[in-house]
């Protein structure tokens, strides 16, 4: 398997970093402010460097926020990804563990039962995060 690390140019490893760092969706535009002290100032840059990190399987776009969410694919080991996407403020998160790595294990399973190949994906899975059912969004 290829490192998607590889051959990464500076600028997508300073997007990749801002958003691991971060370890929570963040949009293009509060991207550029992260990274502007960096010399990253062109939104172009930051969505080519989104676009490439997302072809690698390092970033993926969280559809109903349209922010963006570092997957630390190595640590994972899989390429199902699973987020936690809270419904009241769109907070998502993916979580590598080992229990989430039998899941996987299991549905690929299942999927061989009945004869289905899995593509590399993602599942999203609603519900509410611990600061709103707190009463204030994490
Ligand atoms: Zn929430």
Known sequence: MNDPLENLTANQKKVYAALLQGGTPVKAYDLLDLLKHS?????????????????????????????????????????????FICQRCSSARSHSSPKLRDLVHRIRDIAGDIDFALEPGRAEIYGTCAGCRAGSPS
């Open 39 to 83: 010399g990253v100032r062109a939104p172009m840059t930051v969505y080519r460097a989104l676009s490439e990190l997302e072809d690698r399987g390092l970033v993926i776009r969280v559809e109903g926020t349209k922010a963006y969410l570092a997957i630390d694919t190595l640590a994972d080991g899989t390429d199902l990804i699973v987020l």
